[in-house]
């Protein structure tokens, strides 16, 4: 037995109104209702309270990005029935972060720290963010989990149309929003006390609450049929870099929309742990198509020239080449939101255990690891230039000067861009 599209708004109301409690109670600011959080933090400017100023800022500022991202996720595609999965997949999304709140809180104990307290307003607002937008995607008029203004005006409203002709439909729409309502309310309540009583199973209750809802939705709504989104033939074939005939490369298929774009780069930060460039390859080239090895190798060999991380230098490059400006925007917050979050959780967890045996058997083992993965993709990125000499000779003459010679890379990397670019004309690369 499962619960329908009504029940699981009702789990999610549950939760937001204890993850409120906690926040006001815990942090001093509102994740979930930003109404109350606007009134803070004007309350802070106007008694030049700093601190609060900057809590109270930072929950509004990542419950509007938790909410522009549920909105990328749960929108991309449109839906027949009355429960979609990419609101699914949204949800899915909200219990990550609100595992890494889980994680943080029990390792801060009862008295964080100024930065772990940022940490647990930022991953609790992102959170909610994402909720209040899959919830607004399912359509249901007035109702919304996360600010409960909305959905008592709606049932006022509807209230003081009962004394007009019956609606069909109205007894039904009365009772959800009084419902959720409530709901909110115990929540609160609930959370408030546990709370109050410094009890760490509060923190776990929002987590259970939407990873059962996300559950549910996958076990009953798993034959959803849903109609994807209009695919715009100017986009339907990969752009051809300068030099390059596309006769001579395998067709591919780029990202069509920001939220196809923020999911592949967002799966590849989540994946990267050893590096990321054998995430990238693996889900831009084997698994999502964008690019075809050719082009992989190529854009890496780029930005490998260029400052910065190779990869994120790609996901701006990449996203501006598909999707103009925003593109590049929305491609590097996909592929660093959530290894910011993983890695400020794992050095709050690692400088605890550190000096444990099993912790530092773990780590060098992931090291290993990463060594493995890295080797692997130097492979695949090989493979479509090893079938032309003068690629192989230009390589080998790089590593000799920089493993071997230990010519400074400053000097190697502007002779080797001249060479290749001759290369390149002579149409020997």
Same mark, same amino acid.
């Given at each position: 037995?499962?619960?329908?599209?009504?029940?699981?708004?009702?789990?999610?109301?549950?939760?937001?109104? $204890?993850?409120?409690?906690?926040?006001?109670?815990?942090?001093?600011?509102?994740?979930? +209702?930003?109404?109350?959080?606007?009134?803070?933090?004007?309350?802070?400017?106007? %008694?030049?309270?700093?601190?609060?100023?900057?809590?109270?800022?930072?929950?509004?500022?990542?419950?509007?990005?938790?909410?522009?991202?549920?909105?990328? $996720?749960?929108?991309?595609?449109?839906?027949?029935?009355?429960?979609?999965?990419?609101?699914?997949?949204?949800?899915?999304?909200? #219990? $990550?972060?609100?595992?890494?709140?889980?994680?943080?809180?029990?390792?801060?104990?009862?008295?964080?720290?100024?930065?772990?307290?940022?940490?647990?307003?930022?991953?609790?607002?992102?959170?909610? /963010?994402?909720?209040?937008?899959?919830?607004?995607?399912?359509?249901?008029?007035?109702?919304?989990?996360?600010?409960?203004?909305?959905?008592?005006?709606?049932?006022?409203?509807?209230?003081?149309?009962?004394?007009?002709?019956?609606?069909? /439909?109205?007894?039904?729409?009365? !009772?959800?929003?009084?419902?959720?309502?409530?709901?909110?309310?115990?929540?609160?309540?609930?959370? #408030?006390?546990?709370?109050?009583?410094?009890?760490?199973?509060?923190?776990?209750?929002?987590?259970?609450?939407?990873?059962?809802?996300?559950?549910?939705?996958?076990?009953?709504?798993?034959?959803?049929?849903?109609?994807?989104?209009?695919?715009?033939?100017? %986009?339907?074939?990969?752009?051809?870099?300068?030099?390059?005939?596309?006769?001579?490369?395998?067709?591919?298929?780029?990202?069509?929309?920001?939220?196809?774009?923020?999911?592949?780069?967002?799966? &590849?930060?989540? %994946?990267?742990?050893?590096?990321?460039?054998?995430?990238?390859?693996?889900? +831009?080239?084997?698994?999502?198509?964008?690019?075809?090895?050719?082009?992989?190798?190529?854009?890496?060999?780029?930005?490998?020239?260029?400052?910065?991380?190779?990869?994120?230098?790609?996901? &701006?490059?990449? /996203?501006?080449?598909?999707?103009?400006? !925003?593109?590049?925007?929305?491609?590097?917050?996909?592929?660093?939101?959530?290894?910011?979050?993983?890695?400020?959780?794992?050095?709050?967890?690692?400088?605890?255990?550190?000096? %444990?045996?099993?912790?530092?058997?773990?780590?060098?083992?992931?090291?290993?690891?990463?060594?493995? @993965?890295? +080797?692997?993709?130097?492979?695949?990125? /090989?493979?479509?230039?090893?079938?032309?000499?003068?690629?192989?000779? @230009?390589?080998?003459?790089?590593?000799?000067?920089?493993? $071997?010679?230990?010519?400074?890379?400053? +000097?190697?990397?502007?002779?080797?861009?001249?060479?290749?670019?001759?290369?390149?004309?002579?149409?020997?690369?």
């Amino acid at each position: 037995m499962t619960l329908g599209r009504d029940g699981m708004l009702l789990v999610l109301s549950w939760a937001a109104g $204890i993850m409120d409690a906690v926040a006001y109670l815990g942090l001093g600011v509102f994740t979930t +209702m930003m109404t109350g959080n606007t009134a803070l933090l004007a309350l802070a400017i106007g %008694r030049g309270e700093l601190a609060s100023v900057v809590s109270t800022g930072l929950a509004l500022a990542a419950f509007s990005a938790g909410a522009a991202g549920g909105a990328l $996720i749960a929108g991309r595609r449109r839906s027949r029935g009355e429960w979609p999965s990419a609101v699914t997949e949204a949800l899915a999304c909200e #219990g $990550i972060l609100l595992g890494v709140l889980t994680i943080v809180w029990h390792v801060a104990g009862p008295a964080p720290t100024t930065g772990v307290t940022g940490l647990l307003v930022l991953s609790s607002g992102l959170a909610m /963010g994402v909720q209040a937008a899959a919830v607004r995607f399912l359509g249901v008029p007035g109702v919304s989990t996360t600010y409960i203004t909305s959905t008592l005006t709606t049932l006022s409203a509807e209230l003081v149309g009962w004394t007009r002709p019956v609606e069909q /439909g109205r007894a039904q729409r009365i !009772r959800l929003l009084a419902a959720v309502f409530i709901t909110y309310g115990l929540g609160a309540l609930v959370g #408030g006390v546990l709370q109050s009583r410094a009890s760490m199973l509060v923190i776990w209750l929002p987590l259970i609450s939407v990873v059962a809802v996300v559950v549910n939705a996958l076990v009953r709504y798993r034959h959803e049929p849903f109609e994807p989104e209009p695919r715009g033939d100017a %986009r339907s074939a990969s752009v051809t870099p300068v030099g390059q005939n596309d006769s001579t490369r395998r067709l591919s298929t780029p990202p069509h929309t920001l939220a196809e774009l923020f999911l592949g780069f967002l799966s &590849i930060g989540a %994946r990267s742990f050893g590096g990321v460039l054998p995430s990238a390859h693996y889900v +831009m080239v084997e698994q999502r198509h964008w690019l075809t090895p050719e082009d992989f190798t190529e854009t890496i060999g780029l930005c490998q020239v260029l400052p910065g991380p190779n990869v994120g230098n790609a996901a &701006i490059l990449l /996203g501006k080449r598909w999707l103009g400006l !925003r593109g590049a925007i929305v491609a590097f917050l996909g592929l660093f939101a959530l290894p910011y979050l993983w890695v400020l959780a794992l050095a709050l967890l690692y400088t605890r255990w550190a000096v %444990r045996p099993l912790v530092s058997a773990v780590v060098t083992g992931v090291g290993a690891a990463g060594a493995g @993965l890295f +080797m692997a993709t130097a492979v695949k990125l /090989g493979r479509p230039i090893a079938r032309k000499p003068a690629a192989v000779v @230009l390589m080998a003459g790089c590593f000799v000067a920089v493993a $071997i010679g230990r010519v400074p890379l400053l +000097m190697v990397m502007p002779i080797a861009v001249i060479v290749g670019l001759y290369c390149s004309r002579r149409r020997m690369l």
